[in-house]
């Protein structure tokens, strides 16, 4: 239970033990006004944080169906992973006809090109990459209409850096026992992966 919910039960006790003892008005007019005042102090209070507190948005809620299995999201993420490397292929290649590139440095721009290719496609696509066109699938903030730098740079930067290494990369399969087919770097981020018909099908874009 929250402070302002502790808050309010209290003073819901208090009021209802201020009408038990004081039905037979057994107090004096002055400490029954001041205690009316300060029940009225308190509410006013709870009123104003209630006032103040900003409105949460939930986005994207939508029933289990909606998001995508696991297994056709590994193979949207092995077309990526296809992609990326006919990409990384390129660029060393070229580097390597103007500089010369050791094994520590050509795995660090490896590295590089794998997290911009998914920082940068999900962002200006919102939510796709080229592995998610193909199968239909995009990825959804349940917190922002539009997924925003910071969602972009802890889904597919910080959390598509520590997924890849090793036996960390277990953490995608958190996403085939999830309600919403979240994994790991879904669950930091407040994101999941949709299948676009369904989105279609449910603005009535689909016929």
């Known amino acids: 239970?929250?402070?302002?919910?502790q808050a309010k039960s209290k003073l819901n006790k208090d009021a209802?033990?201020?009408f038990i003892h004081n039905k037979e008005d057994n107090k004096s007019k002055e400490e029954l006004s001041e205690l009316r005042d300060e029940n009225s102090r308190q509410w006013d209070h709870l009123t104003r944080l209630e006032e103040d507190r900003e409105?949460?948005?939930?986005?994207?809620?939508?029933?289990?169906?909606?998001?995508?299995?696991?297994?056709m999201r590994v193979w949207a993420f092995v077309v990526d992973t296809m992609c990326?490397?006919?990409?990384t292929g390129l660029i060393l290649g070229m580097l390597s006809m103007m500089v010369t590139l050791n094994t520590a440095l050509s795995a660090f721009l490896s590295v590089v090109i794998y997290l911009l290719y998914f920082v940068l496609l999900t962002k200006y696509t919102n939510g796709q990459t080229i592995g998610k066109m193909i199968f239909g699938l995009k990825v959804v903030s349940f917190t922002e209409?539009?997924?925003?730098?910071a969602t972009v740079l802890v889904r597919e930067g910080?959390?598509?850096?520590?997924?890849q290494i090793g036996p960390l990369m277990l953490g995608y399969i958190v996403a085939a026992f999830?309600?919403?087919?979240?994994?790991?770097?879904?669950?930091?981020?407040?994101?999941s992966v949709v299948t676009i018909n369904t989105l279609k099908a449910y603005n009535g874009q689909i016929k």
């Open 1 to 5: 239970m929250s402070e302002q919910e």
């Open 16 to 18: 209802t033990d201020f």
């Open 55 to 71: 409105p949460v948005h939930h986005y994207h809620d939508f029933p289990i169906y909606f998001y995508a299995g696991f297994w």
């Open 84 to 87: 990326i490397g006919s990409l």
């Open 145 to 149: 209409e539009d997924l925003s730098w």
């Open 158 to 163: 910080a959390c598509r850096f520590i997924l």
């Open 178 to 191: 999830t309600p919403k087919k979240q994994h790991i770097g879904d669950l930091f981020s407040d994101t």
